[in-house]
């Protein structure tokens, strides 16, 4: 292979090595635009790393023999070691060191210290240990130490790190990557966090597990949701918190009844907004603290749904009560409490994706009440697992912002999200979705990012389909299914 194309090779596999890549029109960073490729700009800013793939005299670390049978392409090489015990819980971390093959030698790891704990609901089969030991599972890495792994979010050292795999193992691992790929694009150069990540070939004791993703874990981190926690024993309520919406209900979690409101979505059909759990994931010292952030997230959608519903204009007054605002309309009322640019860029990336769990589980959002602060406003972030994505028409109409059809009720349940179907009911919400459709490039901009996965399929095909024979070609499935959805949104949004 010439060495333009494995330089090629290597952007694919890199991903986005800063939080927020985007097409170089669009960045809010400093990247000359004579740098073609994510793995070239990575080189540029670091001339001793290496691209991936490359031969052991530019640098790379070898793949021990006794993993080399099971490898066959220049995907990167996660090795897990616990001395052989088995790893089945999802609360305790089995010590272990970590190893990583394949890379150059600066993105290396060589025996790390760690803790490794399997992670997820439905993933992890609930944690039925029988299931665990015979299916591959997601792992959550917590090492001894703060590293960084093959170069993710730029560099940045961090002690929590997630392997990612789901029942279809490859391809769903690949609809997280384009996924995570595009939110990066959507959400990085606005400054908010989504997850980088990297396609991997695992393996545990020595076992080939599949390939799996690499990725970040969302939490409250300096280098990735950057919000201000409390000190430890700190109990005032003016401080950071991040939530998700999570059908699992982790403790500590509350309701969400979303007014137990009645409302019509833009296509006119009604429905009531289904109650919802959110559980807190940043850390909390008082049951006041607790309180306070269940009561802001109700109070903004109670300032969200009374003005795009009722035309009544309210706001948090000085202690975060809810009061009557002086607003002239709906934009600006609801612009005081929560930051709409994310939640343009959130939904785009649902509305593509046609994801199931938007209102049901694994969305996040932040805020931070405390001095200095980067999210004064209720903000949408770090979006997150995209398992139940790429299925039915991808030329049907709307669909994050809708009631479900009677098909998809009687599928999934009722897993509508009442933020988008609010918002995009307005006028001026639709504007600001279109205008940043049309900031990214359209189907275009989604079109390059794609066939960065596409080629990067093609590459790792053969350890893909190592125990699926299948899984590299329906890989392929789901990246037509997100172009040719990305081509019906033109139809919408590119007037």
């Not at 093609?458 to 070609?473: H, L, N, P, W």
Request: glycine share 8%; hydrophobic share 40%; with cysteine.
């Amino acid at each position: 292979m010439k060495t333009g194309a494995v330089i090629l090779l290597a952007a694919l596999l890199a991903g986005s090595l800063a939080v927020g890549a985007a097409p170089d029109a669009l960045r809010h960073i400093d990247v000359p635009a004579a740098v073609s490729s994510l793995e070239e700009a990575r080189m540029k800013a670091d001339p001793q790393v290496a691209p991936s793939g490359a031969s052991e005299d530019t640098g790379s670390v070898p793949i021990p023999e006794a993993l080399a049978p099971w490898v066959s392409t220049s995907i990167p090489v996660i090795s897990v070691d616990t001395g052989g015990t088995e790893v089945l819980s999802r609360e305790t971390y089995v010590p272990c060191t970590v190893s990583a093959y394949g890379v150059p030698k600066a993105m290396a790891l060589s025996g790390s210290a760690a803790g490794i704990r399997v992670r997820g609901n439905s993933s992890s089969y609930y944690g039925d240990e029988k299931m665990i030991r015979t299916h591959a599972v997601p792992y959550r890495l917590r090492f001894d130490e703060k590293v960084n792994m093959l170069g993710l979010n730029g560099g940045a050292e961090c002690r929590s790190w997630v392997l990612l795999t789901n029942r279809k193992g490859a391809p769903d691992a690949v609809k997280n990557d384009i996924a995570l790929r595009i939110g990066r694009m959507l959400l990085g150069p606005d400054g908010l966090y989504c997850s980088d990540s990297r396609l991997v070939s695992l393996f545990l004791n020595g076992s080939f597990q599949g390939v799996y993703l690499l990725c970040e874990q969302n939490q409250v981190n300096a280098h990735r949701i950057k919000i201000n926690e409390p000190s430890k024993g700190e109990t005032g309520v003016l401080t950071g918190y991040l939530a998700e919406l999570d059908e699992y209900r982790e403790e500590p979690y509350f309701r969400m009844d979303y007014e137990s409101a009645a409302v019509k979505d833009v296509n006119g059909n009604s429905g009531i907004l289904h109650a919802s759990f959110y559980s807190v994931k940043s850390d909390t010292y008082s049951r006041e603290q607790l309180d306070f952030i269940a009561e802001y997230i109700r109070g903004a959608f109670r300032i969200l749904y009374e003005a795009c519903e009722k035309g009544r204009f309210l706001a948090f007054d000085s202690e975060y009560g809810i009061a009557e605002s002086g607003s002239s309309g709906a934009r600006e009322c609801v612009e005081a409490a929560i930051d709409i640019g994310s939640a343009v860029d959130m939904y785009i990336l649902y509305e593509l994706m046609g994801d199931y769990d938007a209102g049901n589980s694994s969305f996040f959002m932040c805020v931070d009440l405390s001095e200095d602060s980067l999210f004064p406003k209720l903000t949408f972030t770090a979006p997150w697992d995209f398992d139940l994505t790429c299925s039915g028409d991808p030329e049907r109409g709307l669909f994050a912002c809708t009631f479900p059809s009677f098909d998809e009720l009687h599928k999934y349940g009722e897993r509508s999200n009442p933020w988008f179907i609010l918002l995009y009911k307005q006028e001026w919400f639709r504007e600001m979705v279109e205008e940043r459709w049309k900031q990214i490039g359209g189907s275009s901009g989604i079109r390059r990012l794609i066939e960065e996965e596409r080629k990067a399929v093609v590459s790792f095909s053969e350890d893909m389909d190592r125990i699926d024979g299948t899984a590299s070609a329906e890989s392929l499935e789901h990246l037509d299914w997100i172009e040719k959805r990305a081509a019906r949104l033109d139809m919408l949004w590119l007037k």
